[in-house]
Structures are given as C-alpha cells and as structure tokens.
C-alpha cells in the first residue's frame, strides 16, 4: 500500500496541475464556477472579522458547507492571491485522500480478489479516481466536492471494517460513535451526509435483526444511540447557530435551492433527471467503458451460495439519484452534486472488468486480456485531457464576466452602493459592496419570489438597491424591461458566448 499511496499522490499531482497550467495559458487563476467565491467570502470574512457572514456586519446561515469554509480560512494568513493556492492546495489533498480510500475500499469489499503483478486492480481503481476528469475538475474547483466525496468512503469503509471487528465488550461502542462523528462532519460538509448516516443505522439494525436466533434490542438500541448522540456534537452548535440567524435549524441555501430547482415533482421530470444524470456521470465519464464489468460485479457479489464481494455500498448512488431528483433535479456545472458517486461505482467497475479479463485468461484469449486494460486506459486520458479545455473555459467564463463585473463595480460605484445579483460570488467578493441575492442564498426574503421577475423588481426597488447584475437569458423580463428604461450602464465585451447562444452578463443602475 505505501507503493499505491506514492504513486497515486504523484499522479493527483499531474491531474490537478495540468488542469491548473491549462487553465493559465489562458486566464488568471481562479475557479470554475461562482460558489467557489461564495465560499471565500464567507471564509474572508470569518478570517478577517471573525463572522459567518457575507455582508459584513449582518450574519447569514447561508452555507450548506461550513465545514468547507472553515478550511478555506487560513488561506487568508499568506495573504496576496494566497487564498486561490491554499484552495487548489485542499483539492489536492482530498483527491489524494480519495484515491487512497478507493485503494483501502476495495481491498475490504473484495478481500479474496486480489489480483497479482505490479498493477493491481485496487491501485488501478486508485487511477481511474485521480484521472477522471470530473473529479480532476473538482481538484481544482475551490468547492468542499472532493472533501465530501472523500468522507463518504470513509464512512463506508470504516463501517464495514467496524462490522467485521464486531464484539461484545464496553469498548464495542466506541466504534460506533466513530461513526457517529464522521457522519456528523460529513453532515457539515454537505447535509446530503446524514443520508449515507441512516444507511449505516439501517444496516446495523438489519444486520442483527436478520438473524433470527440474534435479535436484541438492547444490542441495537445502544448503538443507534451511540451513533446519533455523538452525531449531534458537531452539528448542534451548527443548527443552533442557523435557528438563531434565520428562525430556521437548515441553511437559507437548502430552502433556496429547493425553492429555485425542484418545482417539478411529477413522475415524468423525476425520470427526465435521473437520465440526464446517468449521462453525465457514465455516459459523459469513462464510466462509461467500466459498465460491462459494473454490471458483472453486480451480478457476482448477488450470486447465490458464492458471493465474491459485498454488495452494500452500491445502495448508496441510486438512493441518493433519487433523494436529487426529488429535492435538487439538477446536472449543471458538469454534475457536481453526482461526482462523489463516480469512486464508488468505479470500485465496482474495476473489479468486474477484472473478474472479466481474467475469464479472457481462462479462455486461452491471452493476447486479449492483455489489450484490454489499454484499449480502457485510452478514454480515461482522452477524456482527461479533453476536458481541461472545459475547465480552462469555466475559470475563464467567470473570470471575464462576474470577477471582471465585480471589478468594474468597486471602481465605478460608491462604497455606500447595494448590488442585487443571482449570482453573487466573485461580484461580492471583488466589489465589497453590499450584496443583495436574487437567489435566495443570502436573502432569503427573496426565497417566494425567485421565479417571479415582476416582484424580484418591485423588491430590490423597494429596499433602494443601486444595481442590478444579470444574466439575460436568466432574467429575460428583467433584462428586457431595464434595457428599455436606458439603465444599462455596463457589459463584457467577450464575444465567444454569441455562438453558444449566450450573452454576456449586464449591469444595469435602478437608481
């Protein structure tokens, strides 16, 4: 194992780096979407003013990743752009700390396949995690994706190690609480954690009450309790604190996101997510090529009387599919809310397609065996490379419209000035000016009206909002009505959106 973590930390330094180097070719640093810089805001202002706040002075539970914010916070110390390189700097480490738990995970979920040579199957599914481009992308993205993605295999693997130690002494309740305080950190890191939590309990209870001659409630009583009262350390000072500044024990963001995304609960959007969701994480993956031995892998660890690995973690994607389609049906931003799904169905992957190549060895088809590792190999670098481009054109779409927006503000307008935005991440950071969010993050006053144009209007009239920063095909009315009004006072001047159909971004004054 200290071979695999050498040359995984080795290669996750590649993944990230040439994404990072690609990216500058063309652009300054910085990061591939705007709440990369909704979480600096919050994490300068904590370094610097000691709150959770976004505008200063005013606190807001408007982080569904405190966790995430609190790590960003002594990039502040190094002071210049420090901030940007401690943030690719945690990505890394996670991405490593990733692949190292997909390493240990399927050594624990296969423990009779270990396949011989110097490539084994655990370190090649360790690869496939760092070169896969979704998850390089995240490496390099400023977001808590990779430190989520990476605490859920933790809380897998050490689950199942736990089970398998399992004994009857005092001290049996120790791991469990373990358990208990992973989940309660996962839960801050996305509340989405909680979710993988309650798996573990309704597996422990099905674990013991499966067994006939076995069931003890008490058994089973002291362990939910153990898991749920050390679950709760971490994360009531966290809902006290949103309860205090919101009257609520969630995030404003939860309400917000829920409010913006998931209008549509009928059977037929339900399944229109849930493809476009498998397309981007297997169709748009080289997942995609593993498939075959997914399914295979399935099949193996449901066969009867010979079970060569266990099935478990694999209840978790298709239940939290469901759980997005139901409360945040969306893919944008290369499906960032699904990349944390993608390790856990390569581990079954690799391990199927194994199983398969050594079938091809069996039936004498040795010439092939040996072909297909590379012949899989290849898409996993097309894609890897390939989609450095995207990310170089993600980094470069916010920085030459909202950072250069945010610029443009803190030259042009007042200090005294307020600025409304559905967007609010590198606006806010970069012009220090009041924000006021359309989205509902931040503001949640905004949260039932955030589909109504009219009233977003009528509101930010209302509380004397100075400027108004938009997307036209977001805010179409808006755009349309203010463009006629003469209020446009500022717009990028990037030409390469007008070919996908897009515009660019436009500030217009209210007042």
């Not at 208990?180 to 309650?198: C, F, K, N, Q």
């Not at 856990?344 to 039936?363: N, S």
């Not at 717009?491 to 515009?503: I, M, S, V």
Request: aromatic share 14%; net charge positive.
């Amino acid at each position: 194992m200290k071979r695999c973590y050498l040359i995984t930390t080795l290669a996750a330094g590649l993944s990230v780096a040439v994404y990072l180097v690609w990216a500058a070719a063309n652009t300054a640093p910085g990061f591939p979407l705007d709440d990369g810089w909704i979480h600096q805001v919050f994490a300068r202002n904590l370094a610097q003013r000691g709150e959770f706040s976004y505008n200063p002075g005013q606190i807001v539970a408007g982080s569904t990743s405190p966790l995430w914010t609190f790590m960003l916070v002594p990039g502040y110390l190094f002071g210049g752009e420090g901030y940007k390189w401690w943030a690719y700097l945690l990505g890394l480490l996670f991405l490593v700390l990733t692949a190292g738990e997909v390493a240990r995970l399927y050594r624990l979920l296969f423990p009779l396949n270990q396949p011989e040579g110097k490539w084994p199957a655990y370190l090649i599914a360790a690869l496939f995690t760092l070169f896969e481009w979704h998850l390089a992308w995240a490496g390099a993205s400023g977001m808590e994706t990779l430190l989520f993605t990476f605490g859920t295999l933790l809380l897998v693997r050490y689950y199942l190690e736990t089970t398998q130690k399992e004994t009857t002494s005092e001290k049996a309740l120790i791991p469990y609480g373990l358990l208990g305080l992973i989940g309660g950190l996962l839960t801050l890191v996305r509340p989405e954690g909680m979710v993988l939590l309650g798996l573990v309990g309704l597996d422990t209870g099905w674990r013991k009450f499966s067994q006939v001659n076995r069931r003890n409630w008490l058994w089973l009583g002291q362990r939910w309790l153990a898991i749920a009262l050390v679950w709760l350390v971490p994360l009531v000072p966290y809902l006290i604190f949103n309860y205090s500044a919101s009257g609520s024990p969630l995030p404003t963001t939860f309400y917000a996101k829920a409010s913006g995304y998931a209008n549509d609960h009928s059977p037929g959007a339900m399944l229109g997510y849930l493809g476009k969701a498998l397309v981007e994480i297997i169709g748009r993956s080289p997942l995609l090529f593993l498939l075959p031995g997914l399914v295979f892998a399935l099949y193996l660890c449901l066969k009867p009387g010979q079970r060569l690995g266990d099935w478990r973690p694999l209840v978790w994607p298709p239940l939290l599919l469901v759980l997005y389609a139901i409360q945040l049906p969306v893919t944008y931003q290369h499906g960032r809310y699904l990349m944390p799904l993608i390790p856990f169905l390569a581990l079954y992957g690799v391990f199927g397609t194994a199983k398969l190549i050594a079938w091809l060895q069996q039936q004498k088809l040795q010439m092939v065996a040996r072909l297909v590792p590379f012949v899989l190999a290849l898409p996993v670098l097309i894609a890897w490379l390939n989609n450095a481009q995207a990310y170089q054109f993600d980094v470069k779409l916010i920085n030459d419209e909202q950072v250069r927006i945010g610029l443009w503000l803190r030259d042009n307008s007042p200090p005294s000035a307020s600025v409304a935005s559905h967007d609010i991440g590198a606006i806010g950071y970069f012009s220090q000016r009041h924000l006021v969010d359309t989205a509902g993050l931040v503001s949640p006053e905004f949260i039932p009206i955030v589909g109504n144009e009219p009233a977003i209007l009528e509101r930010l009239r209302t509380e004397g909002v100075t400027y108004l920063a938009l997307f036209p095909d977001w805010y179409p009315y808006l755009n349309q009505l203010l463009t006629n009004e003469g209020r446009k006072v500022f717009q990028p001047a990037e030409t390469y959106l007008a070919p996908l159909g897009k515009e660019n971004m436009v500030v217009f004054k209210l007042k």
